[in-house]
């Protein structure tokens, strides 16, 4: 079938010069589309397929293109039980490798339309690892037990599906309307139409974005206010798919009434129309009660063509992203919506100019949002005042990994690591010492224990080698081997690589190949040498020459290891010794030669 299918493709490619792009009507139901039809069916067929083409006048092979990108979406029938182990960071940290081997022991005489196992990567539930997904479905605190009554029910047929989590809401400090009506600041702004002056409340408050670039909010919002374009847009980031970022699902879940008033005052003041939140495939309960809130503002008069009876409008719509943590990065966000491939752009030109329909946009953060009505409503006084030395404004982050209390906490910007890790999260599991903590997920790389005084601060943690970044911390305890850690962290940027440009693609199959051959240990020294300026040699054109971020900040694992576990890494591939006692054993070869690239 595969063979067919693909020939057909090929045919319909050279069938005639239709246009690459889909047209704006087409790439709004081209994922609603496949998910239809992969509703129907378990997959993609090719019938199925043609009949869309024929439908939309969209050439085949740009529907497969699509299709074949996004890890959501079937070209064969899948088996009864899919089952994904996430692979990444904090379940990594929690036994995935193991949870996976002992689910693979429990299914060894099953066939492969039965049950098939693999690793996926991050499912967004670290502050619950190891999580698993069995046919989409995302479970949480798995054990050998729960898994395998989950895939037999699967096999079965059965319906199968998660304890929903109590949607009672959570009290936020940096909620300004706790017993007060909400969308205070919108209603303020609409009755002054004082535009500029909102601008400048921002500036003042130093805003920056929370989602890991740190660029000024006002800077970028009045860049598009001032395009000379008639149509923009307003596009809310909240695709969190990076190992170990959490917050975001946390805010949409209590705050979802600050995130889409942030996102009308965006229009307002930029003069877009539209604004598009773009959510992970995996966040469902988040999705409804962003839509929940959607609907409201409209029956209230907050969206829509005439919002309180001022003549302003904003519409606003949910986005269900198809998969893929490279559809975090802005650009390739854009893509997506587009209904294309999720493939970065080359920059400039920038979305602020030249972004959605290639119209001048502001894509931010959940959290960048949620920020403005807090400015506006409390002064910015306050948010100067809610920081700590010199930061401001208050913090999301996510911790997980050994942490002995993971999960969300709100915390003033300033404050040391040491106080989010010990007296926020309650130090390290089982009262073990701690060993590193990312402060950031992977692209943040690891700092010693030995640093955790550095401050949750932009200045602070990019003058310690790191990043604030969008505030994903795990913490690793003293048994932890971070060799290990790095290549886990290069494999996940290897897996998620969109593969566009050479660097990216090729620069991180093969540093994974370095380090899983470091992790095997018995180099002579000349051979180890030798890799280490290979090594450097990469991370220098990866940093350089890749189309984005994902290429730029996949060798920061292995660069902070190298540089605060050196010794670490030398046992390993000089002496055949792993400190911890992670590498060099049956499980780990076994684990290892399980492991493959989630993307083709």
Request: glycine share 10%; hydrophobic share 40%; with cysteine.
């Amino acid at each position: 079938m595969q063979g067919s299918l693909q020939s057909t493709f090929r045919a319909s490619a050279a069938a005639g010069p239709s246009a690459w792009r889909f047209s704006r009507e087409t790439s709004t139901v081209i994922f609603d589309d496949l998910r239809a039809i992969q509703l129907r069916h378990g997959f993609l067929p090719k019938a199925e397929l043609e009949s869309l083409s024929s439908r939309t006048q969209t050439p085949l092979y740009q529907i497969h293109s699509v299709a074949s990108f996004y890890p959501h979406f079937h070209l064969v029938p899948p088996a009864r039980a899919e089952v994904r182990v996430c692979a990444d960071m904090s379940c990594h940290l929690n036994g995935a490798c193991e949870l996976r081997a002992d689910i693979e022991r429990r299914f060894a005489n099953a066939r492969r339309n039965e049950v098939e196992i693999r690793d996926v990567s991050c499912l967004g539930r670290c502050d619950h690892a190891p999580a698993i997904a069995v046919n989409d479905q995302i479970f949480t605190d798995i054990t050998g037990d729960r898994a395998e009554s989950l895939v037999r029910s699967a096999m079965r047929g059965e319906e199968i599906h998660d304890r929903q989590p109590e949607q009672a809401r959570v009290a936020c400090g940096s909620d300004p309307y706790p017993d007060t009506e909400k969308y205070g600041a919108l209603r303020a702004a609409i009755a002054s139409k004082d535009w500029d002056g909102l601008l400048a409340l921002l500036k003042e408050a130093e805003l920056r974005g929370m989602g890991g670039a740190g660029f000024p909010t006002a800077m970028k919002w009045d860049l598009v206010r001032k395009q000379p374009a008639p149509e923009k847009y307003i596009v809310c980031n909240a695709d969190e798919s990076e190992p170990g970022t959490i917050k975001d699902r946390f805010i949409m879940t209590h705050l979802p009434h600050l995130l889409v008033e942030g996102m009308i005052l965006a229009g307002l003041v930029t003069g877009a129309k539209q604004g598009i939140l773009y959510i992970r495939h995996e966040y469902h309960l988040q999705e409804e009660i962003l839509g929940e809130e959607t609907r409201r503002c409209y029956r209230a008069g907050l969206l829509g063509k005439n919002i309180l009876g001022s003549g302003l409008e904003f519409e606003l719509r949910v986005f269900v992203s198809p998969g893929g943590y490279i559809c975090g990065e802005e650009s390739a966000l854009i893509e997506a919506i587009e209904g294309h491939r999720a493939e970065p752009r080359n920059k400039p030109p920038f979305p602020v100019a030249v972004g959605l329909w290639q119209k001048p946009t502001v894509i931010n953060n959940v959290e960048t949002f949620i920020n403005v009505p807090q400015i506006l409503a409390r002064g910015v006084e306050w948010y100067k005042s809610a920081g700590r030395n010199g930061s401001r404004g208050l913090k999301f982050v996510g911790v997980s990994g050994h942490s002995a209390r993971p999960g969300v906490f709100e915390v003033p910007l300033g404050i040391t690591m040491r106080e989010v890790l010990f007296d926020y999260a309650g130090g390290v599991r089982g009262g073990r010492a701690l060993k590193a903590f990312a402060p950031s997920g992977p692209s943040s790389g690891y700092l010693p224990a030995s640093m955790a005084d550095v401050r949750l601060d932009f200045k602070a943690l990019a003058e310690a080698g790191s990043m604030l970044g969008s505030g994903a911390i795990v913490l690793c305890d003293d048994n932890t081997c971070m060799l290990d850690m790095a290549l886990n962290a290069v494999r996940f940027y290897r897996n998620e690589s969109c593969g566009k440009c050479v660097p990216c693609r090729v620069g991180s199959q093969k540093m994974v190949d370095l380090l899983t051959r470091w992790t095997q240990g018995g180099l002579p020294e000349a051979q180890y040498r030798a890799d280490l300026a290979l090594l450097d040699e990469l991370s220098q054109a990866m940093s350089l020459t890749s189309i984005c971020g994902l290429g730029q900040i996949a060798p920061a694992p292995i660069q902070s290891v190298l540089k605060h576990f050196r010794a670490e890494v030398d046992a390993h591939v000089l002496e055949g010794l792993c400190p911890s006692g992670i590498c060099f054993t049956a499980a780990a070869r076994a684990g290892e030669a399980n492991r493959v690239g989630i993307r083709p």
